[in-house]
């Protein structure tokens, strides 16, 4: 099951910088989309999400944006900070409500 | 913050073993699932739960699972004779009552090991 991808397993950033971290999907009757994040031993942890009738939305330091013509969602983090460092889930929701997850990418934020 | 809670955070069980993972959500919603990781994976549904009754199950929620919510806070994922290859990270979750759209919750999960 691939219907969400993200194809980088991790991302190395240094501290200030942005983190951009990507998911695409196959599916465009997926109409709405969510990023959570993991750090080691806890549970995932909602961050920011997004309604396929928007291109953007923002929230602090993070801003996901989807380009729906090419199935793709990106996450942005500006600026990045050592306590960012987690896995990212990019995760998309049906309207049937259960969560579709891609397989996550590690970030790791250098100081 | 309210918050999900699992129990217990790891479980050793035999193989053929019934086991019961237990959930306490978040007390205002509503709605309520069940994941599981295994490892190296993708994080997988499995069911979710509205109204006392299932509302969706995957392929993977075969006859050896259940789910129940025996009283007004407890939601327990039961597996009846356990596989080595049920071995994973279970995750349970919860969300408002309202739009399909609201933020799913999670608890920190129960580290399922199968012997």
Known sequence: ?111 | EPEVTQTPSHQVTQMGQEVILRCVPISNHLYFYWYRQILGQKVEFLVSFYNNEISEKSEIFDDQFSVERPDGSNFTLKIRSTKLEDSAMYFCASRNPGQYNQPQHFGDGTRLSIL
């Open chain 1, 1 to 111: 099951d691939q219907q969400v991808k993200q194809n980088s397993p991790s991302l190395s950033v240094q501290e200030g910088r942005i983190s951009i971290l990507n998911c695409d999907y196959t599916n465009s009757m997926f109409d709405y989309f969510l990023w959570y994040k993991k750090y080691p031993a806890e549970g995932p942890t909602f961050l920011i999400s997004i309604s396929s009738i928007k291109d953007k939305n923002e929230d602090g330091r993070f801003t996901v944006f989807l380009n729906k013509s090419a199935k793709h969602l990106s996450l942005h983090i500006v600026p990045s900070q050592p306590g960012d460092s987690a896995v990212y889930f990019c995760a998309a929701l049906p309207e049937a409500g259960k969560l579709i997850f891609g397989q996550g990418t590690t970030l790791q934020v250098k100081p």
